[in-house]
């Protein structure tokens, strides 16, 4: 009897051994600024939603932990977080343009109204010399688009593991939204927005994955955008040209090439938002894989001749699960050799849309308050 009270109590204590280094894993993971979900992603045995890296997790209709955090943090960011009236707003269209910071896109603009006409997303291919091959790309134009008008254009990346439609089969994002009923309020112009299919390979036997060859595509993305895509929709579609009419914005995978395209090349695009940027930019490693670097840190910056952009956004969620910290790493590298930019954090969201709403939203706000103060000049 003694031996078998003796065993029982060893496998208890065996039990709890494991249970206390399983609760150290995930707090070690939440102090390494993770988020909560980290222990899903370090689990061998469980399964990935893909999506959650393409396009970001799915968050339908609330704001849930999000929303509850914005309102009990009272901590005082900055000058460029100070503004988070989000939803408290009574008229954000009344003062949009005062230059702040929103973490929430307003409800008003991710809602669909019944007296606003939305346009659909359509599907197109080019030829990409840089590929050598057809490329496709999803395509939303204004419900009234006319060949007689010309339009402003938001190129949007997608991120790891995502195509064309990545954003375009997620009505969730409320990207249709957001940029329909801003333009029927007259806030910005009717733009039309262009998702391409951001794997810019010469083979189409290779697949994205988490190794330093297969994420290379994403880094030659730079050439077929500048040299194939952009000819194309400039030559077939209503558009007007030039930086000031050129947006650019990514997420995850997207943002990190969002941020490189733009201190390569910020000379084509007028305004700029990185949201939820992938490391890898400069040499690092992380959870996934290593990244052997696009640039060194000392090169994360803009030439000293060059034309900057007019609005350069970097943003994320405190509780990304999936970047971690890596964006704000990019701001301080960003900071530190003095490259001008606007960074915020979202309160509470994580890869998800909350993130994707709140930087469509504040880099297309950043636009009309540009766009205002030239008009009072």
């Known amino acids: 009897m003694k031996k078998r009270a003796l065993l029982i109590i060893m496998i208890f204590m065996a ?27 370090t689990n061998d045995n469980a399964e990935i939603d893909m999506n959650v890296f ?27 977080t100070a503004n988070k009236n989000g939803d408290t707003q009574s008229d954000p269209a009344a003062d949009i343009v005062d230059g702040g910071i929103e973490e929430r896109c307003p409800t008003i603009y991710e809602t ?35 060949e007689d008008k010309k339009y402003p254009v938001l190129y949007l990346l997608h991120g790891i593991f995502g195509d064309e439609y990545s954003f375009s089969g997620d009505k969730n994002n409320k990207i249709r939204e957001i940029i329909t009923n801003m333009a029927a309020d007259g806030i910005i112009g009717e733009t039309i927005l262009v998702c391409p ?51 650019l ?15 390569s090349r910020p000379e084509l695009f007028g305004y700029v938002c990185a949201i ?15 990244h052997e670097g696009q640039i060194s840190e000392s090169e994360m910056k803009f030439a000293e001749d060059a034309t900057e952009p007019n609005v350069f956004i970097l943003c994320c969620g405190t509780r990304d699960s999936v970047v971690g910290t890596y964006p704000k790493q ?48």
């Open 112 to 146: 669909t109204r019944d007296n606003v006409s939305y346009g659909e997303f359509i599907h197109d291919t080019y030829y990409s010399e840089t590929c050598g091959m057809e490329r496709g790309c999803s395509i939303l134009l204004p419900a009234d688009y006319s």
């Open 249 to 263: 914005a990514g997420f995850s995978m997207g943002g990190r090439e969002t941020i490189f395209i733009t201190l």
């Open 276 to 290: 939820s940027a992938a490391p890898g930019i400069v040499p690092t490693k992380d959870k996934f894989m290593a």
């Open 15 to 41: 039990a709890a051994m494991c249970a206390c280094s399983s609760k150290v894993r995930k707090e070690t993971d939440m102090e390494a600024g993770n988020g909560s979900k980290q222990e899903i992603m």
């Open 330 to 377: 990019y701001h301080e590298l960003l900071e530190a050799n003095g490259a001008a930019h606007i960074w915020y954090e979202i309160t509470g969201a994580d890869h998800d849309n909350n993130a994707i709403k709140s930087g469509l939203y504040n880099l297309l706000k950043q636009i009309a308050y540009d766009k205002s103060k030239t008009h009072e000049r």
């Open 54 to 80: 393409a396009a970001g997790i799915k968050v339908e209709g609330v704001r849930n932990e999000a929303e509850a955090d914005s309102k009990t943090d009272n901590t005082d960011s900055g000058p460029e």
């Open 197 to 247: 299919n951001m794997y810019a390979t010469s083979d189409p036997a290779q697949k994205p994955g988490f190794d330093s060859e297969s994420v290379k595509p994403y880094d030659n993305f730079i050439n077929d955008l500048i040299n194939d895509l952009m000819p194309y929709i400039e030559e077939k579609y209503a558009v007007l040209t030039g930086r000031e009419n050129t947006c």
